[in-house]
DNA sequence: AGCACGCCGACT
DNA sequence: GTCGGCGTGCTC
């Protein structure tokens, strides 16, 4: 049998091995979410060290459960039965760190969720091909890249490299523009800013993990980490690759080498040796919001792991998240910007003039459209809007009510040109619509979306290429010759050499979405399209004025999220205190919420009838939330235990919704 | 979750 | 008397 210590990869081997394994199950049960002692019988002590996959008995012999050995030791403490023998090893390779598993308990305690929950994000399924192959690479101690050459940081001078080597914590105002690498790939400024923090990270012998809000991100910073340091050097960790390549890459964050670590929201829990720096970029991507429970946001994960490992942490955009300003507010984190500012020329124009404009410019405002015309001769014009589609939303031409389904009364749409209005929610075909309300025929284009736009503006600028970027179709980089390009907020490419114009062509309809997040995001989306603009071209906002154009005019967004973070403080909304909603049966939400009531400065809202029961709303200072989620989860592993199936003999009876508590839930602002 | 243990109604 | 119903609680 191989050991790991052998091999360069495992986690040295303790002067002297326990007797007894202590195992953290891979179990969402919360009341299953500690660990378990269990005997290392004499044939298992060899393989039976810290990290490793093994199978353990629970409860009655035959029924085994998969888990991690977190620690062994001499004598189980604080159990006095007798302890069952592990089950088996499952694999001689240590997969959970000790530095993963101490972020892991400590994200779950924050979150009032099990350790468990966590562990499925940061150790992906086991891929035993792919293991073994792994394996034999390791034994036969493969050749290594020397180590890379620090390079200067552009544009911030020496202060933010010194700010890195002192391991401080940061808030970065990335520059502005797109960039190109020596491989001929344009990106993002920002990724460069980014790669030159991580080589210069790998180069002192430390490992990067650097966190992307999605793939066209990645490919960006992938591309230029690639100008700094030899692939060897670079693993990414995307969830959305396949298992195989997932695995793999997650067994190379485990060797001892040095490297950057790039991917989306899940790799922050990546095991790393040595961590230097973690960077989150745009941590105000709702992407950065975990699906899944305990619905850990990558931010927060992020700066536990900062305190854990005194890595350097850099929260990095070009809008600055209320959640990054109140650190910056109060002092935990340092912010810093470019050394010479350089804000896009921003143009404003007044509200579109809806009611003398021709159908075709309806929604362009003259200014918009004379600034784009002269630049589609030099290059590509960036048309951002609100949705994908061809008209989202429509309603009757005569009396102007909502269309909708016959069926099922949800929103109809008109999918493509020339297609039939179809509904949205279950696909059925509205041919022949009668208006309910006026018997009215005619259907009217409310929203005009990606398709709609490209078919009106290609009519108006005939001979230009017209692209489409959404959701569904996404282009990724545009050339640099003249062409119209239609994109989603948060699609849009990355033109070669920057675009000739931004138009913002739906910015009033974005902010007029009922969300209290709504100008944060908006300000967001605004300034990273703005941010792929050449040097000097016109990026217009239509349709809106106030705090929010002056933010992006004079580029400003650090003063926006400050103003915006007061706001909050004042409505006690979120980041200025923590919240979590808690759900599930009524008696269930009151008696966990008689247990933190009284915690100082906590207050609640509801609890009001939700699906299936009833939820509420817990606000509270961020120096009791910790206090709170012990006292939360104490309920929610009481509510698991005694929650019974249906008494025999009543057909239709439906066991009370489980008690679920989630913090820092999006919903709690919308 | 899944499984064993335990305390009240119909049975040989 | 005890067989077995399912409500209750635990899992190292």
Known sequence: MTTGAATGWATPAPARRGTTAR???DSPLPQLDHLFDYRIPDGLAAEAIPGVRVTVPLRSAGRVARGYIVETVDASDGFDGELSPLDSVVSAVPVLTPEVWALARKAADRAAGGAGDILRLAIPPRQVRVEKVWQRA????????????????????????????GHQRIALDVIPQVVQLESGTWVGRWAVTIAQAAARTVAAGETAILVVPDYRDSDQLFAALSEYLPPDRITRVDASQPNADRYRAFLDCLTDIPRVILGNRSAVYAPAKSLGLLTIFDDGDPLYSEPLAPYVHARDAALIRQQQSGAALVLAGHTRSADAQRLVDIGWLDAIGPERAKAPRVVITAKADHEDAVAVTARIPSMAWRLAKEAIASGPVLVQVARPGYAPVVACGTCASAARCRTCAGPLRIASAGAAPSCTLCGAI?????????????????????GRTAEELGRAFPGVPVLISDG????????????????????EPVAAGGYAAVLLLDAGRMLAAEHLRIGEDCLRWWSNAAALARPGA????????????????????????HAELLDRRALRFPPAVRAASVSGDAAAVAEALAEVRDLPGASILGPTPADDGVRAILRLDYGQAGEAARLLRGAVVRNATKRRKAPQGKAGYRPPPTLKVRFDDPEILS
């Open 23 to 25: 195992v953290v199950l």
């Open 538 to 561: 016109p990026v217009v906002l239509t349709g809106v004025t106030g705090d929010l154009a002056r933010a992006l005019a004079t580029w400003t967004q650090p003063a926006f999220a």
């Open 138 to 165: 390791q034994e036969e101690s493969p050749a290594v890249s020397s180590p890379p050459d620090a390079p200067e940081i552009d544009g911030y001078g020496s202060a933010l490299a010194d700010l890195l080597a």
């Open 472 to 491: 569904e179709r996404q282009v990724t980089a545009v050339e640099g010759k003249p062409a119209l390009v239609i994109a989603t907020r948060g699609a």
């Open 430 to 450: 509205a041919a022949g619509w009668v208006c309910p309300t006026c018997e009215g025929t005619k259907l009217r284009l409310v929203t005009r979306g990606t």
